[in-house]
């Protein structure tokens, strides 16, 4: 289960993203301490971000909470990286397609390895 203090590590806006993606409820108060937000109201709904979600959200069977909810924060983030036909595309723009690449290097070999090609 996803902690308070992980939930309010995140940026304001990735939360939002969150409240939508999982239709968290908000059940508690806002309270700021010293300049900072310590308690949401959304701590009581946490729990509705479950693995089970997280995998649909994602369209994955991996059944690591943790690599799974990291994953969806990248994806709100724009940290995402997107691989098809042999070619990566980062969030920042940039691609590279391993499909032209020296079938001796080391980067194809290892793009091949590990599925990418």
């Not at 969150?18 to 729990?47: C, H, I, Q, R």
């Not at 724009?78 to 691609?95: F, Q, S, T």
Request: aromatic share 8%; no cysteine; proline share 3%.
């Amino acid at each position: 289960m996803l902690s308070k203090s992980i939930w309010l590590s995140l940026k304001p806006e990735t939360r939002q993203v969150l409240v939508k993606t999982f239709n968290l409820k908000k059940v508690g108060f806002v309270d700021v301490f010293d300049g900072k937000v310590t308690e949401d109201g959304y701590g009581a709904s946490l729990p509705d971000i479950s693995l089970e979600k997280l995998q649909v959200a994602l369209d994955s069977k991996d059944d690591n909470f943790y690599k799974l909810f990291n994953q969806m924060i990248d994806r709100i983030e724009g940290r995402e990286v997107v691989i098809a036909g042999g070619v990566e595309k980062m969030p920042d723009g940039n691609v590279t397609d391993y499909s032209k690449m020296d079938k001796r290097s080391k980067v194809y070999k290892q793009a091949k390895k590990d599925g990418l090609i």
